[in-house]
């Protein structure tokens, strides 16, 4: 009976130390050789709005008054802009979320052991392929690409960690604060000769993190029309002056 204890505890040991080596492990690759396409880019800055837990099914959906949820948005969906659904894999936090768009991979699952805070391996982006990349929002999420990028081109402006309240009643000022500050950068850029110069060259990234939207779905509820219809109208509001950045 000893024996066989012993033999059981071995193998179940060794069923346990299995799923660590191959779930826990690294699926991505290095030392490979960069690929560029020669085809032209369609267009020479990208801006990147990321509107954290914004599901795709307030788009779809009608309320029970059969009213779409996110009226501006969804008329930019059906009526000037092409539009498609990004799927990721669980867990479905703003992390692995992030990492999907911008990197372009699953979640590492070996990052589980580090919260989903920190690069347990370094990993290619847009950002660090760009040439600069401006970005504003939490600083739960910006600095993780700041990190893995090679050089001094991807700038982060990051709001306090406090500021981040999940019982917050109004947590659209994270979002005001966004598009306040990217207003202010581009103010300043109408003095500033050598940012004037960088904003002007090829292949630069904007990303505004838009994390009240989530902060309201915790404080709110998900189903709430109170947070898609606040999120996209300081979305809305603030368009019409991103238009004129190209400017």
Not at 7 to 23: Q, T
Not at 157 to 181: G, I, P, Q
Not at 202 to 223: I, M, Y
């Amino acid at each position: 009976m000893l024996l066989f204890f012993i033999v059981g505890l071995i193998i179940h040991l060794i069923f346990f130390a299995s799923i660590f080596d191959i779930y826990f492990t690294s699926p991505l690759v290095h030392g490979m050789t960069p690929q560029h396409t020669r085809l032209p880019p369609p267009a020479k800055r990208l801006v990147l709005f990321v509107a954290d837990g914004l599901r795709a099914d307030t788009f779809f959906e009608l309320d029970e008054h059969g009213l779409p949820r996110a009226p501006y948005l969804r008329n930019i969906i059906q009526t000037k802009g092409s539009w498609g659904v990004s799927h990721t894999r669980v867990p479905t936090e703003s992390r692995p979320g992030h990492v999907a768009l911008i990197a372009g991979f699953y979640e590492d699952v070996s990052a589980v052991a580090k919260g989903w805070k920190e690069n347990p391996v370094e990993f290619d982006s847009v950002f660090n392929e760009s040439t600069y990349t401006w970005s504003w929002g939490s600083p739960d999420i910006l600095p993780m690409f700041a990190k893995g990028a090679s050089g001094d081109h991807v700038f982060t402006h990051c709001y306090l960690a406090e500021s981040e309240d999940f019982a917050s009643e109004d947590a659209a000022k994270l979002d005001a604060w966004v598009f306040d500050h990217v207003k202010s950068f581009f103010r300043s850029a109408q003095s500033d000769q050598t940012l004037l110069h960088k904003l002007n060259d090829d292949k630069v990234v904007f990303f505004l993190h838009l994390l009240g939207l989530d902060t309201n779905g915790h404080a709110h509820r998900p189903g709430s029309r109170y947070v898609p219809s606040m999120c996209t109208w300081i979305l809305a509001s603030n368009l019409e002056k991103i238009s004129q950045w190209k400017h």
